[in-house]
Nanobody, 124 residues
Framework: QLLLVQSGGGVVQPGASLRLSCVAS????????MGWFRQAPGREREFVAA????????EYAPSVKGRFTVSRNNRQGATWLQMNDLKPEDTAVYFC?????????????????WGRGTQVTVSS
């Protein structure tokens, strides 16, 4: 099992940027595919971005493609989600997640370990 510790988030105005961090420790953290998901009030948790163990394959949700960038440093066990040009509809609790496997996935059920979540609020 991986322990995922998240940081970042906050309240920003539309058009601003934020970077979320997720540090993993435990089994072979560098082998795990990592994902970012978000959940707005009253809505189901949805996929945002993911990358495989080697960061060679990356997937984004259409709603964030071109604005968000996911990256990782396996030596540090860290994954980041850089969010630019934030919009009010990006407001949600953001979760990082890890798989037992190294291939990228986009469903919540594909992930085994989850961070506690961090709030991102975009409001003028």
């Amino acid at each position: 099992q991986l322990l995922l510790v998240q940081s970042g988030g906050g309240v920003v105005q539309p058009g601003a940027s934020l970077r979320l961090s997720c540090v993993a420790s435990g089994r072979i953290a560098s082998a795990a595919a990592m994902g970012w998901f978000r959940q707005a009030p009253g809505r189901e948790r949805e996929f945002v971005a993911a990358l495989d163990g080697g960061a060679s394959r990356i997937e984004y949700a259409p709603s964030v493609k071109g604005r968000f960038t996911v990256s990782r440093n396996n030596r540090q066990g860290a994954t980041w989600l850089q969010m630019n040009d934030l919009k009010p509809e990006d407001t949600a609790v953001y979760f990082c997640a890890a798989r037992k496997y190294s291939n990228v996935a986009t469903r919540t059920t594909d992930y085994d370990d989850w961070g506690r979540g961090t709030q991102v609020t975009v409001s003028s």
